[in-house]
């Protein structure tokens, strides 16, 4: 139903900031909400920032929080995550997914069928 492309990855030295883009079509008349992930090589698939269909509701993983901020516009179809102050342990690549509905969305990656392919942020000086 909702197709997801991610860009605005790249390289960027500790403290700097990258903004991602989160492209959505298919059935963008359904309410969907938006969660950002992020999988770094050996760990675990990590939940980021999710947002809801109005963008009334967020809610951030304690890892970043104070750093990241998620927004979305739902006139461009679009879904965005900037980020400062990035670390090094920010290295991953990074994916939007999407859920159809309007309820509160959690961090849980399992509750988004709906997945981009990625976009990598690498943080190195």
């Known amino acids: 139903q909702l197709q997801l492309v991610e860009s605005g990855g790249g390289l960027v030295q500790p403290g700097g900031s990258l903004r991602l883009s989160c492209a959505v079509s298919?059935?963008?008349?359904?309410?969907?909400?938006v969660g950002w992930f992020r999988q770094a090589p050996g760990k675990e698939r990590e939940g980021v920032s999710v947002i809801s269909n109005s963008g009334g509701v967020t809610n951030y993983a304690d890892s970043i929080k104070g750093r990241f901020t998620i927004s979305k516009d739902n006139a461009k179809n679009a879904v965005y995550l900037q980020m400062n102050s990035l670390k090094p342990e920010d290295t991953a690549l990074y994916f939007c997914a999407a859920k159809i509905g309007i309820g509160i969305p959690g961090l849980k990656f399992n509750e988004y069928p709906y997945w981009g392919q990625g976009t990598q942020v690498t943080v190195s000086s």
């Open positions: 298919g059935s963008t008349r359904k309410s969907y909400a």
